[in-house]
């Protein structure tokens, strides 16, 4: 009898030499300095992630799942299969997988510039660099264009101002990339999660939309389905937190609330300070 984890291990497995995008573990560990914690980018429900160099020069970004996740183990499993199958600018590359004994992996393409979410809303406590200076994002040192600058504001330290250039193409970014999930790809999928956080910005500012753990197939013959409602508070259709039932349409709202975001520059979030006291978000706002 073959127990749910093995046949977990023994489907991605069967992905992953489908796809020819099998890594070695030695591979991996070499390329992450034994998965260092330098070079941790960051860590979510997951399981932490760790930047890499490959043996070929590529920099890559290893997600490794947290030992002992059941919901993390189905989130990788779900990340593994949809983005095999997808390919697109507006869409973080899948390069491969491993698995090896208890450890599973995911590798995909190093995105520079990290999280959307943390050049509107984070603090950076830096003097103001020009558009020629080189200035440091996490562990990267990359070049802030004109279209990114920085400002004092009280109490808040030094922080980064997005000109509208830059938040129009992320919009238009992001809208691509979510037309060609609901209409491009072979089989519709539904992100379940778009936000700030999940929207990665690459060396030339180009966004793609990442973590797919939560996605779902969507049949084309059906105009919607029912399931356990997942995603993050203040981005979820309400039609969808009230009643389960999830489309495309879910993953239309989360874009509108992002959309808002970039134009107020403002989270969606109570502990945000907004003009009307009484407003609890910023929909409610709005």
Known sequence: MVSAEEKEEEDLEAIAAKEHKVFRYEMLVA?????????????GGFGPVFKGRLADGREVAVKRLG??????????????????????????????????ADDKLLVYEY???????????????HSPPS??????????????????????????????????K???????GVA???????????????????????????DRWVPKIADFGMARLFPEDQTHV???????????????????SLSTKADVFSFGVLVLELISGRKNSAFSPLPDPESDSLLEWV
């Open 31 to 43: 390329a992450t300095r034994n998965f260092n914690p330098k070079q941790k980018l960051g860590e």
């Open 67 to 100: 030992r002992g996740s059941r919901q993390g183990a189905r989130e990788f499993e779900n990340e593994a299969m949809l983005l095999s199958r997808v390919q697109h600018k507006n869409v973080v590359n899948l390069y491969g997988y491993c698995v090896h």
């Open 111 to 125: 995105v520079p510039n990290e999280s959307l979410d943390k050049l509107l809303f984070s603090s950076k406590h």
């Open 131 to 164: 558009s020629s200076c080189p200035a440091s994002l996490g562990t990267t040192i990359v070049t802030i264009p004109e279209c990114v600058t920085t400002h004092e504001e009280e109490g808040d330290g030094n922080k980064m101002r997005v000109d509208w």
């Open 166 to 172: 830059l938040r129009y193409q992320v919009m238009v």
């Open 176 to 202: 691509r990339g979510l037309l060609y999930l609901h209409e491009g790809a072979h089989t519709a999928i539904i992100h379940r999660d778009i936000k700030a956080g999940n929207i990665l910005l690459d």
């Open 226 to 244: 029912n399931t356990r409602v997942a995603g993050t508070n203040g981005y979820m259709a309400p039609e969808y937190v009230m009643h389960g």
